[in-house]
């Protein structure tokens, strides 16, 4: 079964940097989108950022010029590295991943991974 296992999160201040890491286990897997998803407290689960067939970018206008999604050089892993951050970025981050499991469609969800910005 893959799993989505995320890491990186923390507690920074605000206009400080972190850099979240997911990676989608299991080799049968193929995603052709990964992302990153937040949900802040009684707010719904919003788009952080997507990368789709390893080049395509998209990014929520709230985060355009200070985060940015790259694909890692092992299989199946993301990275979202996050600079300039500020309060309201504050949430539970969680990567998705979407793809073929063998030859059927399939979509995963992380657990998520803290994120805290505050002096």
């Known amino acids: 079964q893959v799993q989505v296992v995320e890491s990186g999160g923390g507690l920074v201040q605000p206009g400080g940097s972190l850099r979240l890491s997911c990676a989608a286990t299991d080799n049968h897997f193929s995603p052709y989108v990964m992302g990153w998803y937040r949900q802040a407290p009684e707010k719904e689960r919003e788009l952080v950022a997507t990368?789709?067939?390893?080049?395509?970018?998209n990014y929520a206008d709230s985060v355009k010029g200070r985060f940015t999604i790259s694909r890692g050089s092992a299989k199946n892993t993301v990275y979202l590295q996050m600079n300039d951050l500020k309060p309201e970025d504050t949430a539970v981050y969680y990567c998705?991943?979407?793809?073929?499991?063998?030859?059927?469609?399939?979509?995963?969800w992380g657990q998520g991974t803290q994120v805290t910005v505050s002096s």
């Open positions: 998705n991943a979407q793809g073929l499991y063998y030859s059927d469609y399939a979509n995963y």
């Open positions: 990368l789709t067939d390893r080049t395509k970018t």
